[in-house]
């Protein structure tokens, strides 16, 4: 089992925070895990956004290129990391914020 995820957005609407929530809700699980935060030096409203690793075996790198979920957060983050969801994934949006629908049809879609 291994499940790579991205989640973006402004600086300030926690998104750094759901990473460690579900990194901690893996360890939980007794899986393997990483996080791996990004941000800017702004306090709030610079962009921000974390990959987490949840796994059956070790985690050989906590960077996750192709993730199978994304969790976006604002216009910016769908533009950049819509392409990058393993077809097949799942994108989560957080469609108070979000107007654009996605473009592709190979993935799952909640907002």
Same mark, same amino acid.
């Given at each position: 089992?291994?499940q790579g995820?991205? =989640? ?6 926690g998104v =750094?925070?759901?990473? =460690?929530?579900? @990194?901690? @809700?893996?360890?939980?699980e007794?899986?393997?895990v990483?996080w791996?935060? @990004?941000?800017? #030096? ?5 962009? #921000?956004n974390c990959?987490?690793?949840? @796994? *059956?075996? #070790?985690?050989s790198?906590?960077?996750? *290129? +192709? ?8 216009e ?9 969801v ?9 469609s108070s914020? %979000?107007? *654009?629908?996605?473009k592709? *049809?190979?993935? +799952? %879609?909640?907002?």
């Open positions: 089992m291994y995820i991205r =989640i973006s957005g402004f600086g300030g609407q =750094i925070s759901a990473g =460690i929530l579900l @990194a901690q @809700a893996g360890l939980l007794g899986r393997n990483s791996f935060p @990004a941000y800017g #030096a702004e306090m709030r409203g610079g962009t #921000a990959s987490v690793v949840v @796994a *059956s075996d #070790a985690v790198s906590p960077v996750v *290129s +192709r993730p199978d979920t994304v969790i976006v957060m604002n910016p983050s769908l533009a950049k990391f819509e392409p990058l393993k077809p097949g994934g799942l994108l989560i949006i957080n914020l %979000v107007n *654009s629908r996605p592709r *049809s190979d993935i +799952r %879609v909640l907002a």
